[in-house]
Nanobody, 124 residues
């Protein structure tokens, strides 16, 4: 079992920045593939970024590429999502997810554990 707790959400003006954190416990973190998803009101949960533990590669959704950066600190069992150049369309609940699989994936079905989410609101 893995527990994930997100933090760092809030209200920010367009063009601003936020850093989300996700603290993990209950499993060897260094062998967990981690990801961020988000869900806006009335929309399906969508992929944002993922990092695979096998090769430590990270990839991003096209909508956030160049603005968001995902990183992980295995010593702290924590992953981060640095979000710069925020836009109103980035407004959503952001979820951290973990998978036992070695490679990253953009599919929600590949992830076994989810956090409770943290709200990010970007105003004009």
């Amino acid at each position: 079992q893995v527990q994930l707790v997100e933090s760092g959400g809030g209200l920010v003006q367009a063009g601003g920045s936020l850093r989300l954190s996700c603290a993990a416990s209950g499993r060897t973190f260094s062998k967990s593939t981690m990801a961020w998803f988000r869900q806006a009101p009335g929309k399906e949960r969508e992929f944002v970024a993922a990092n695979g533990w096998r090769d430590d590669s990270t990839y991003y959704a096209d909508s956030v590429k160049g603005r968001f950066t995902m990183s992980r600190d295995n010593a702290r069992n924590t992953v981060y999502l640095q979000m710069n150049g925020l836009k109103p369309e980035d407004t959503a609940v952001y979820y951290c997810a973990a998978s036992t699989r070695p490679w990253s994936s953009s599919s929600r079905r590949e992830y076994d554990y989810w956090g409770q989410g943290t709200q990010v609101t970007v105003s004009l």
